[in-house]
């Protein structure tokens, strides 16, 4: 059955977050190649680009530090976990606007 899954940049020392992406996918490898390896990918050109700094804008962690993790939501389809993944981007970036550098 598909399920929502998200895909996590967090610093390793404190687990804030760096990045995420959800994807609608069957199962954890499906997931893994739709939203976690892209996620790996994009973190690393925006660091690139200069976009994101390559340290947590909140702890100051180092990019070698970094977690990337995979995890399978209850919604079953995107426009089912859009409010709570709308709720959770505001959050996160009151948090940076009170917290972090940018």
């Known amino acids: 059955m598909s399920a929502v899954w ?3 940049c967090l610093c ?3 687990r ?7 994807v609608v996918a069957e199962d ?9 390896e892209p996620l790996r990918t994009h973190v690393a050109r925006m660091i690139g680009s200069g976009t994101i700094d390559p340290w947590c804008g909140l702890c100051h962690s180092p ?3 970094w ?3 995979l995890g399978r939501t209850r919604f079953t389809s995107m426009e089912e976990a859009a409010p709570a993944l709308r709720q959770s981007e505001r959050e996160q970036a009151a948090t940076g ?4 550098e940018r």
């Open 6 to 8: 998200i895909a996590q």
């Open 12 to 14: 390793g020392p404190r």
């Open 16 to 22: 804030h977050a760096i990045l995420a992406a959800a």
């Open 28 to 36: 954890r490898d499906a997931a893994e190649q739709a939203a976690l």
């Open 63 to 65: 990019r070698d530090c």
């Open 67 to 69: 977690l990337y993790e």
């Open 97 to 100: 606007r009170i917290f972090g």
